[in-house]
C-alpha cells in the first residue's frame, strides 16, 4: 500500500505506513540500536569518516577493542554507545523487509529534500545492512539487495561529510612565513583544504567493497570531483591582506598552478572512468554528470572530444540507453 502512495505522489501517507509496519514488526531491541547508533554516528562521521564508523561497529560487535588497529599513533579505542553490546542476534535481522522500508523512507526523505532526515534514515540503513551482513543473512532471489543497500548507504553517509568540505575556506598555508612561500615549490605545497580533500576520497572508496557497479561508479565521479572543488576554491579565493606585497605575486601564482594541477588530475581522472564505463558498457545519471564534467574540462582547456573513438563510442552508448 505504502509503494502504491508513492507512484501516486502522496509522500506523506507512504511515510506514515512505512513507519507504522516498522512499529509492528521491528523489534524494541533493533529500534534501540538502530536509534542509539545513528546518533553516534552523526556525533563522529563528520570529524572522523566512514572508514572509522564501520571499523568502531565491527570493534564492537565482536565485543573486542581490536588492539592491531590504530588511528594516528595511538591504539584504536572503542568509543561507542554500545560498549557492553555485540550488536543485536541474528533472529532480530533476518527479516529483508525491515531494510527496504528503511531505504524506502531514506528515499523518500532524500526525494523531498529533508536532510536530516535523510541522513538519519541513511545511518539506519547502513546499521541494519551491516548486521545482516554480519549474520550472513540470505534471500532466497538470486539477487541479494543487502549489498547494494549497503553501497548506496555508504556513499550518502560520504555525501554527509562533503558538504561539510564544501564549506571549508581555501587556505594555501596555515603560516603565512614570507620565506616560505617565496623558497616553495609548487609540488610541496600541502594546503589543508587538501588533506581534506584526501580523507573525504578515502570515504568514497569505502563504496567500493560492495562491488556494485552503480555505487562504486558515482563514488568515483565524487572522488574525482574533489580535485574540481579544490580547484574552484583556490581559484576563487582571495589573497590574504596580510601577505607582505612582496610575496603577493609568487603566492597568487601558487594558487593559479595548483589549481591548473587539480584540474589535469581531475579531466585525467575523468577520461579513465569514462573509458571503463565503455569497456563495461554501463550508463547511469552519474556516467551523464561524468561526461558532462569532463566536457566542460575539455573545452576550458582548448581540446577536441571529436577525436577519441573512446568518446564516440560513450555517445553511442547514452543513445541506447535513453
Not at 107 to 132: I, T
Not at 138 to 163: C, G, L, Q, S, V
Amino acid at each position: 500500500m505504502a509503494r502504491i502512495y508513492e507512484q501516486m505522489g502522496e509522500d506523506d501517507k507512504a511515510l506514515s505506513l512505512y513507519k507504522r509496519y516498522l512499529t509492528s514488526f521491528q523489534s524494541p531491541a533493533l529500534t534501540r540500536y538502530l536509534q542509539k547508533g545513528q546518533v553516534q554516528i552523526r556525533h563522529h562521521l563528520g570529524s572522523r569518516g566512514v572508514s572509522w564508523i564501520a571499523t568502531r561497529i565491527n570493534a564492537v560487535q565482536t565485543g573486542s577493542v581490536a588492539p592491531k588497529l590504530y588511528w594516528g599513533r595511538a591504539p584504536l579505542q572503542i568509543q561507542w554507545a554500545l560498549k557492553k553490546s555485540v550488536g543485536v542476534e541474528r533472529e532480530k535481522v533476518t527479516e529483508l523487509s525491515l531494510l527496504r522500508v528503511h531505504r524506502r523512507m531514506a528515499r523518500l526523505y532524500r526525494k523531498r529534500k529533508q536532510r536530516q532526515e535523510m541522513d538519519n534514515a541513511y545511518f539506519r540503513v547502513f546499521l541494519l545492512s551491516e548486521e545482516m551482513m554480519r549474520h550472513f543473512v540470505k534471500t532466497r532471489r538470486a539477487f541479494d539487495p543487502i549489498k547494494p543497500t549497503n553501497a548506496e548507504a555508504r556513499f550518502y553517509m560520504a555525501e554527509y561529510r562533503r558538504k561539510i568540505f564544501q564549506q571549508m575556506p581555501f587556505v594555501l598555508y596555515k603560516k603565512l612565513e614570507p620565506e616560505l612561500i617565496k623558497n616553495m615549490r609548487i609540488r610541496f605545497v600541502r594546503p589543508p583544504i587538501g588533506e581534506a580533500g584526501l580523507l573525504l576520497a578515502h570515504d568514497y572508496m569505502q563504496v567500493f567493497p560492495m562491488k556494485v557497479n552503480e555505487w562504486s561508479w558515482a563514488a568515483n565521479f565524487r572522488r574525482l570531483e574533489i580535485q574540481q572543488l579544490l580547484a574552484q576554491k583556490a581559484l576563487r579565493s582571495k589573497t590574504p591582506p596580510s601577505l607582505p606585497t612582496g610575496v603577493v605575486a609568487t603566492y597568487e601564482k601558487q594558487v593559479k598552478s595548483l589549481a591548473m594541477l587539480w584540474l589535469r588530475k581531475a579531466r585525467k581522472g575523468y577520461a579513465s572512468i569514462l573509458q571503463n564505463a565503455v569497456k563495461i558498457e554501463l550508463y547511469t545519471p552519474w556516467v551523464e554528470r561524468g561526461m558532462l564534467a569532463y566536457q566542460r574540462l575539455v573545452s576550458k582547456n582548448g581540446g577536441v572530444l571529436t577525436s577519441s573513438p573512446w568518446w564516440s563510442r560513450l555517445l553511442r552508448l547514452r543513445e541506447q540507453f535513453r
